[in-house]
């Protein structure tokens, strides 16, 4: 089974914090995605990682940045956290042969 | 036009019913085809992948794809109060590996 774990399942930091949300998978996967969802808005991407190093803007990168330096590794940072990046996110690694994304179980970040 | 639509609902169908759940796509050469199943709060699981014209069955579950149509449906047999949850419809990108997601229909099965 694939598994895809994320460092925590909440978390609240204030204004002007830098953020760091980590997410590791287990099966070997080349491709790592990133997004958030709100209610409303659906999911939306924000980074995406096609191979280590590697990174692509999703559909909203803005205020964001995403380090790959291991495979099994995709990190999201929030260089200063705003209160409208107050989500749900979610970390998705797929098999670049299916394109099955599997997710992580979400963070819920709450900024004050 | 969004590029993947789906009936926000909710759908409403009693317990032992079939419920249908519809998804249609706006890029003709779009090949690949995903549902998951999304429970309030939690993270969303794949239910079943479609690659081709026709029928996929798994379980209580079948996925039904007609390119021509542009659109792909979700059939869920013998619908349970445990189906409750938003079905999400994803539709791979020709031109990378992102998937783009529908909005998602929310499913309530009445016992």
């Known amino acids: 089974d694939v598994k895809v774990t994320q460092s925590s399942r909440y978390l609240v930091k204030r204004t002007g914090e830098k953020v760091f949300l980590e997410c590791v998978q287990d099966m070997d996967h080349e491709n790592m995605f990133w997004y958030r969802q709100d209610p409303g808005l659906g999911l939306r991407l924000i980074y995406f990682?096609?191979?280590?190093?590697?990174?692509e803007k999703g559909d909203i990168p803005e205020g964001y940045s995403v380090s790959r330096e291991k495979k099994e590794r995709f990190s999201l940072i929030l260089e200063s956290a705003s209160t409208n990046q107050t989500s749900m996110y979610l970390c998705?690694?797929?098999?670049?042969?299916?394109?099955?994304?599997?997710f992580g179980p979400g963070t819920r970040l709450t900024v004050t | 036009q969004k590029e993947v639509e789906q009936n926000s609902g909710p759908l409403s169908v009693p317990e032992g019913a079939i419920a249908s759940l519809n998804c249609t796509y706006s890029d003709r050469v779009s090949q690949s085809f995903f549902w998951y199943r999304q429970y309030s709060g939690k993270s969303p699981e794949l239910i079943m992948s479609?690659?081709?014209?026709g029928d996929k069955e798994d379980g209580r579950f079948t996925a039904q794809l007609n390119k021509a149509s542009q659109y792909v449906s979700l059939l869920i047999r013998d619908s349970q109060p445990s189906d409750s949850a938003t079905y999400l419809c994803a539709v791979k990108s020709p031109s990378s590996y992102k998937l783009i997601f529908g909005s998602g229909t929310r499913l309530l099965v009445r016992p």
């Open positions: 479609i690659y081709s014209n």
């Open positions: 998705a690694s797929s098999n670049p042969l299916s394109y099955e994304q599997y």
């Open positions: 990682s096609y191979d280590v190093k590697m990174k």
